[in-house]
Every structure is written in C-alpha cells, then in structure tokens.
C-alpha cells in the first residue's frame, strides 16, 4: 500500500522558517516525481514546488527564493525548506507523488500556521 506522510507544520512567526518532510513508503521511490502543493483556507489547491527524478526543480513565482525542494532517495524522503515565511503562505501543505505510470498519490497534509 503505497503511502505518503507529511510532518513538520507548526505555527511560525512571519520571517521565521519551517522544513516540511514528506516520507513515502510501498512504492519505488528512485524513479518518482514529486510535488508540493499549498491550499489557504477556504482557497483551492496550488502547486508551489516540484521536483523529478532527475533532480530538475521548479517553484512558483511566490515562493521563489524562499523555498526549497529537495529529495534525499536513501531515505525515501522529500523536503520543503521553507524560508521568510509570510502570513500568506498559512495553509495546509500536502505532498504528491507521481509514478511513472502516472498514477498519483496524496498524502493527508500538514497545517503550517504563520503569524503576523
């Protein structure tokens, strides 16, 4: 059964950080896309971070230069270093993880919380 768990939300103070981890299991994990999505409240779901299997990152344009997504295959592992957070960027944090074949994975989310 493959499975994706996020950690690492919290409450933050604006210009603070948090490191988001994203650990998946049941699956292969070398040959994997991931993504990060973010979704404030009340908001639809947006993409904010990507990474491939080959290591190629993108970002959207509001978190460039603020965060970083990064992938470590020898712990199944993906991260979202998030820097300079902004009230706006509070939401939940989800993880998705897309397999060769397509077929796509969510995991349940982490509420990351930033004051102003």
């Known amino acids: 059964q493959v499975q994706l768990v996020e950690s690492g939300g919290g409450l933050v103070q604006a210009g603070g950080s948090l490191k988001l981890s994203c650990t998946a299991s049941?699956?292969?994990?070398?040959?994997?896309?991931f993504q990060w999505y973010h979704q404030p409240p009340e908001k639809q779901r947006d993409l904010v971070a990507s990474i491939s299997a080959t290591y190629y990152t993108n970002y959207a344009d509001s978190v460039k230069g603020r965060f970083t997504i990064s992938r470590d295959n020898a712990k199944n592992m993906v991260n979202l270093q998030m820097n300079t957070l902004r009230p706006e960027d509070t939401g939940l944090y989800y993880c998705r993880m897309r397999l060769p074949d397509r077929s796509v994975y969510w995991g349940q989310g982490t509420q990351v919380t930033v004051s102003s």
């Open positions: 049941g699956s292969s994990f070398r040959g994997n896309d």
